[in-house]
Nanobody
Framework: QVQLVESGGGLVQVGGSLRLSCAASGSIFSINAAAWYRQAPGKQRELVARISGAGSTDYADSVKGRFTISRDNAKNTVYLQMNSLRPEDTAVYYC???????????????WGQGTQVTVSS
């Protein structure tokens, strides 16, 4: 009923930038909080950035000052602008949205398929 399509990942050199997008489609009534997570090989998935329904943001300490999460409610899309990328940012990045469907009464979690970000030194 809800599809999340991520885009924008790729290979970038140290110090470069990428912008990830997560576009939601389907029978969407409302999107509450949204977040980006990442998972590097052999590591647990970790929260990178989160934006509330009201627009307040939180970031992992490791990305503060370098990454910016934002949203376009009209487009049901969430973004992650990543600047000053480092090799340790290499991971698969996943978006996570809290979505209420038309006719629904609560928010459910939906995940994107993941997009690979590789930072080469």
């Amino acid at each position: 009923q809800v599809q999340l399509v991520e885009s924008g990942g790729g290979l970038v050199q140290v110090g470069g930038s990428l912008r990830l997008s997560c576009a939601a489609s389907g029978s969407i009534f409302s999107i509450n909080a949204a977040a980006w997570y990442r998972q590097a090989p052999g590591k647990q998935r970790e929260l990178v950035a989160r934006i509330s329904g009201a627009g307040s943001t939180d970031y992992a300490d490791s990305v503060k000052g370098r990454f910016t999460i934002s949203r376009d409610n009209a487009k049901n899309t969430v973004y992650l602008q990543m600047n000053s990328l480092r090799p340790e940012d290499t991971a698969v990045y996943y978006c996570n949205l809290e979505v209420m469907l038309h006719g629904g009464a609560w928010y459910d979690d939906y995940w994107g398929q993941g997009t690979q970000v590789t930072v080469s030194s």
